[in-house]
């Protein structure tokens, strides 16, 4: 069955960068975009941008394009998700989900990052 | 800042049937397919609706999607206390730029 794993609980202080990995079983790791999106603390879901494990080809939507890096590593059936310039803003669940079509059908646990001094 | 507008909330008796609408625009829900998404307390959101009105296999009758025009709808029969839930709609925004969730609705079983 399809899952997507991903890295733990991380705290970071102020101006630090985080980096978050989603391990990817059960389906052909390059036949499907993932997609990061973040939840903050009793707030909605926000889209941060995808990646394709294929060509490795991304797009990250603006609010987070001067600083975020997604990347892949296909040896291992992996995607990372890098936050650079981190503030409190940035304290939430991050999520990786797999999306074979214009809907996210497989989600991540979610890896909670907290930012604070 | 959502650009997909639900209500923050919904209510009703076990066995009931309730509707969650999303509205957006043209460039977003008048442009696309829209998919819908339960997200339990403390876990990840899960797929219910997919492109307007499909359900994923193992999703029950009882929720239905559909869309008309720049809007969505979510409706869910024979509400069950497992239901209570938060509910997203989602869709791309024109020339599949990015992706939009709704603003989200908490689900409240009487």
């Known amino acids: 069955q399809v899952q997507l794993v991903q890295s733990g609980a991380e705290v970071k202080k102020p101006g630090a960068s985080v980096k978050v990995s989603c391990k990817a079983s059960?389906?052909?790791?390059?036949?499907?975009?993932i997609h990061w999106v973040r939840q903050a603390p009793g707030q909605g879901l926000e889209w941060v941008g995808w990646?394709?494990?294929?060509?490795?080809?991304?797009k990250y939507g603006k609010k987070f394009q001067d600083r975020v890096t997604m990347t892949r590593d296909t040896s291992i059936n992996t995607v990372y998700m890098e936050l650079n310039r981190l503030t409190s803003d940035d304290t939430g669940v991050y999520y990786c989900?797999?999306?074979?079509?214009?809907?996210?059908?497989?989600w991540g646990q979610g890896s909670l990052v907290t930012v604070s001094s | 800042q959502s650009v997909l507008t639900q209500p923050p909330s919904v209510s009703a008796a076990p066995g009931q049937k309730v509707t969650i609408s999303c509205s957006g625009s043209s460039s977003n829900i008048g442009d696309n397919f829209v998919s819908w998404y339960q997200q339990l307390p403390g876990t990840a959101p899960k797929l219910l609706i997919y492109?307007?009105?499909q359900r994923p296999s193992g999703i029950p009758d009882r929720f239905s999607g559909s869309k008309s025009g720049t809007s969505a709808t979510l409706g869910i029969t024979g509400l069950q206390t497992g239901d209570e839930a938060d509910y997203y709609c989602g869709t791309w925004t024109s020339g599949l730029s990015s992706f939009v969730f709704g603003t989200g609705t908490k689900v409240t079983v009487l």
């Open positions: 059960g389906y052909s790791f390059i036949g499907n975009y």
């Open positions: 990646i394709n494990p294929k060509s490795g080809n991304t």
């Open positions: 989900a797999r999306a074979p079509t214009a809907a996210y059908d497989s």
């Open positions: 492109d307007n009105n």
